[in-house]
């Protein structure tokens, strides 16, 4: 826990205001034993044992048919578009509400990222508006389940078989979240996690690519391998490796796959940790809520999430910025999040919107998360809380 002085009053003992911040990566101890294993085999660039053993938990604690360790979500979403082989014009319908990587994706494989309004409860893409942006040139259809909250997958998986659509899971936030009791990152033919530093489960910089149908799996194998078939030559399948498709360095470092391991070991007690400090926010908010000073997340009965994120969203963009300033003033550090892609630069450039994207447009200006990490303890997040209601009342 880190802390800093407010100015000082010469005559006055220095007041010690405790900084809160947004994120603390959290370690479990064991990144410290696994790390040095993977140094000492010599063996730390990818597919080595520790990536082996991550892709076998992940396989097995999802169900999913397959995992590929790869070193960002950002590129099991590159591999899954150029999965899709796109033609230049060829589209996917998909969230204006998440971040550049999704859309980018997209473009990069050649295609057209096409936005549709989100749903004003979970702010999760509005599967009512899906089948009217479906025309000849559709391909796929890219969810994104915000906060590890499901899109309402029953409607969206009928669509996406009822017009032999491709349909991804951007599951960035969502190890360890279902619905209806299936897996997030297992509905999807591909879908993807991310490892990023500030979520659950983190080895800095780490993501996985889920693959559930075969035919896939052994050209995503290629892609990942810089376009070559060396995992082929690895399982001894041919007798030299070489250059036989598009293909990138994707590959998740041992090195890292050995701080993930560390971390899936503890899987159970973060996901403990996290979920009950996003169930005290939710108690503890509830009073504001009633009073109608800002709106809490909804989760429909049929998700279970994994307390990734806690949001709150305010009346106005300028309500939510002073929240903001008041709170960073006191040393807590509550922070907004996407800024809707249909609405930027690249996003006009490179995308198109179908419809008015109304609660997309507007709902992302009036939100604001708040501080949520593993080791915060309960005094910190009594205090965010008192500090949050104290500037509702000054605003
Ligand atoms: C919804 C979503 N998709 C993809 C990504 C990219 O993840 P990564 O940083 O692992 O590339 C993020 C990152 O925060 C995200 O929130």
Known sequence: ??????????????????????????????????????????????????????????????????????????????IAALLLELKPGDEVIMTPYTYVAT????????????FVDIRPDTLNIDEGKIEEAINERTKAILVVHYSAVACEMDTIVSIAQKHNLVLIEDAAHCIFSSYKGVELGTIGQLSTFSFHETKNLCCG????????LEKYYRRAEIIRHGGTNRARFIRGEVDKYTWVDVGSAYMMSDLNAAYLWGQFCRADQILHARTRLWQRYHQNLQEGEDQGLFRRPVVPTECIHNGHLYYLLFHSREERDFVIRYMSERGIH???????????????????TCGVLQNASDLPHRLLRLPLFVSMADRQQDRVVEILYEGMLKR
């Open 1 to 78: 826990m880190s802390s800093r002085s407010l100015p000082a009053d010469k005559n006055k003992t220095p007041i010690v205001q405790e900084v809160i911040p947004f994120n603390v990566p959290y370690t479990t101890g064991l990144e410290f034993v696994y790390m040095p294993q993977a140094v000492t085999n010599k063996h730390t660039a990818g597919d080595g044992p520790f990536s082996f053993q991550c892709k076998g938990w992940i396989e097995k604690s999802t169900g999913v048919l397959h995992t590929l360790m790869v070193n960002s979500c950002t590129s099991a979403l590159e």
């Open 103 to 114: 859309a980018n994706a997209v473009v990069k494989a050649g295609g057209v990222p096409v």
């Open 205 to 212: 910089e780490g993501g996985a690519l889920n693959v559930n």
């Open 334 to 352: 509550p922070v907004s999040h996407y800024m809707p892609l249909h609405d930027s630069e690249g996003g006009r450039k490179f995308g198109k």
